[in-house]
């Protein structure tokens, strides 16, 4: 969603916004734009678009070392320049760029309107400049507090003054907000890619929490000036990390890469002399472990998909009742927290609102959350009780790959250290271990499958509607393929359980929609042959997902992608990777801009 930068230093200022602006790109936006302290002045230019259409009309000149810049995902008011942030006072002289959403804005503009106050956007941020205009007498930092002690609703800021040149400031509520500490030189991001260029020391901000910052300094204090004493943390990442490499798109880098960041995952959490998993960052002792009765991860999309995988795994390994439910769902549902349950809150961004404030509302019920995130430092990594970084590496991509795989990753390894306390044998474990440490080779092998995928993309391209079909652990595989189409290529894809589509989904089918099914050689494959064969009576076309040699799917399919053969429980990591190649692929075909689809964005901060 939307993203912020702000830097204060010896350098050109507008390169530096632009550039940051340019890494902030893969949260998603529709309009950008940046404000620039002068001599005595701040000189704003914003319009709807990408970076570089801004770029194309910043004036060559436009130089200063203090600035703040944003990308807008729209909310309030449509996508026009005029709606785009830094959002200025009537005299020009306060500029202030705004994630989150305002609540009680119009009664806010209301009031300021009959003091004379006059607006030009239609969103809600822009009650915050004049407001903190009606406070400002000299002091920025004192009147941004003072403005938003009136403000209900969420928001990252940054502000700037041209009677305070060098000086921004910044403030958290319910909005991700990171400072940059570097050498003669500071900085403000929403995420900390905006910065990475510049420095890895960073501050994260919490909620209530205000920044001043000049190039060589920065003091935090809560809304009541109270001064807040905070840990600077290193970014463990380098930049190369979120560069794309000579891959054609990051979401085709990340696809490619999961070898990789699978392993990564897995790295120093199986014990092979126990043969177990290890999961320190769960803080809880192996008594605590051995008193959960009951299971319940939260999540959205992606993660919801991996939270079912890992709900199904839990449950068959370690014989504990595991269920996944929707984050959006959960926090308006009175839903019942019991001591001996623990809840996962599984999350690439570790900022979605949803999963947040369903998160917020256990904690506040007493229950004990804990994280499997990807991005360290992030607001529900640090707001749990505990948990697991998937270390996945910095995802840019809006459609999730290598954080879903990274996602099963922590979920087998905690199944099996569940199942291994239970009753799994050392035998049993030892197995496990040694398939799971394998994973990341067939992943590998299934990646070379790419010149095959994308001869299959070029064939079915045109086609407007798919099913994507599994059983068992294969089902919310089949729905994370129907998401990864849809969102990327926009072709409308229905995952649906392959034993359900009798139910009704089959009255969609014929010669014109295909049918994605995913039938390994596991216990439920001869249900899915079944399951084929009612949809191929019906002419849908087959593309099957099926274990090298299995002829019989070979023989009924009209298209097969064969992968390695596996342990039947390990399956949904060797078949999400044709599924995410067959969706960039299509996506490829059809012109689609693959890594920032429309209308979609990569962290969803807004409920
Ligand atoms: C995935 O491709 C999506 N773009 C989206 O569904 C995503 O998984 C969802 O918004 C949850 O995000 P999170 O993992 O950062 O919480």
């Not at 474990?429 to 990341?440: A, D, N, T």
Request: with cysteine; glycine share 8%.
């Amino acid at each position: 969603m939307c993203g912020i930068v702000g830097y204060c230093g010896p350098k050109n200022v507008t390169p530096i916004l632009l550039d940051g602006l340019k890494r902030l790109e893969y949260r998603g936006y529709d309009s950008a734009g940046i404000a620039v302290q002068t001599e005595n002045s701040i000189k704003v230019v914003k319009r709807t678009g990408k970076i570089q259409d801004l770029r194309a009309i910043v004036p060559a000149n436009l130089e200063g070392h203090c600035g703040i810049g944003h990308t807008r995902w729209a909310t309030h008011g449509g996508v026009t320049d005029i709606n785009a942030h830094p959002h200025q006072d009537s005299s020009g002289k306060i500029a202030v760029v705004h994630n989150g959403i305002i609540e009680n804005y119009t009664a806010l503009k209301a009031s300021l309107e009959k003091q004379g106050f006059r607006f030009a956007s239609e969103t809600d941020s822009e009650v915050l400049p004049h407001l903190i205009a009606y406070y400002y007498q000299g002091d920025l930092e004192k009147a941004v507090r003072q403005a938003l002690k009136q403000v209900k609703g969420t928001y990252g800021i940054a502000v700037i003054h041209s009677d305070e040149p060098g000086r921004i400031v910044g403030a958290r509520y319910g909005s991700p907000l990171v400072v940059g500490v570097g050498d003669g030189e500071m900085l403000l991001g929403s995420d900390v890619t905006a910065m990475i260029a510049h420095t890895k020391q960073v501050v994260y901000l919490e909620d209530g929490e205000l920044v001043s910052l000049t190039k060589d300094t920065y003091t935090i204090t809560d809304l009541n000036d109270q001064q807040v004493d905070k840990q600077v943390d290193e970014i463990q990442w380098d930049l190369e990390a979120i560069e794309k490499e000579g891959f054609a798109c990051f979401m085709e880098k990340e696809i490619f890469e999961q070898p990789e960041s699978i392993a990564r995952t897995l790295s120093g959490r199986l014990d092979p002399e126990y043969t177990t998993g290890k999961l320190g960052g769960l803080n809880m002792t192996s008594r605590e472990l051995l008193g959960i009765r009951r299971i319940k991860i939260v999540a959205a999309g992606t993660s919801w998909h991996a939270g079912l995988v890992g709900a199904y795994l839990i449950e068959t390994l370690a014989r504990i009742p595991a269920s996944a439910e929707l984050s959006s769902e959960l926090r308006y549902r009175n839903s019942v927290v019991e001591p001996d349950t623990i809840y996962f809150a599984v999350t690439q961004s570790g900022e979605t609102a949803d999963t947040l404030y369903a998160m917020r509302e256990l904690k506040r019920k007493g229950a004990r959350v804990l994280g499997i995130c990807n991005v360290v430092g992030s607001t529900i990594a640090r707001e749990s009780d505990g948990g697991v970084y998937t270390h996945a590496g910095p995802e840019i991509a809006v459609a999730s790959t290598k954080a879903f795989t990274s996602q099963l990753a922590v979920f087998y390894v905690f199944a099996l250290l569940m199942a291994r306390m239970r009753d799994m044998s050392v035998s049993a474990g030892q197995r496990f271990v040694k398939e799971l440490q394998g994973i990341p080779e067939k992943v590998r092998e299934v990646l070379k499958q790419r010149d095959h995928i994308q001869a299959l993309a070029k064939k079915y391209y045109k086609v407007r509607d798919f099913l994507f079909l599994g059983r068992g652990l294969e089902y919310p595989v089949a729905l994370e393929g129907a998401l990864k189409l849809k969102e990327i290529s926009y072709i409308h894809a229905e995952g649906y359980s392959a034993g359900e589509i009798k139910h009704g989904p089959i009255a969609l089918v014929n010669e014109d929609t295909p049918s994605v099914f995913l039938v390994p050689q596991d216990s439920l494959r001869d249900k899915v042959l079944s399951n084929i064969k009612e949809i191929k009576a019906r002419k849908g076309p087959i593309i099957a997902v099926c274990t090298e040699g299995d002829a019989e799917v070979a023989a009924i399919a009209d298209d097969i992608i064969p992968v390695p053969q596996v342990d039947e429980l390990f399956y949904p990591f060797i078949l999400i990777i044709p599924l995410q190649l067959f969706a960039y692929f299509c996506a490829l075909e059809l012109g689609r801009d693959v890594d920032q689809p429309r209308n979609l964005a990569k962290s969803v901060t807004v409920e």
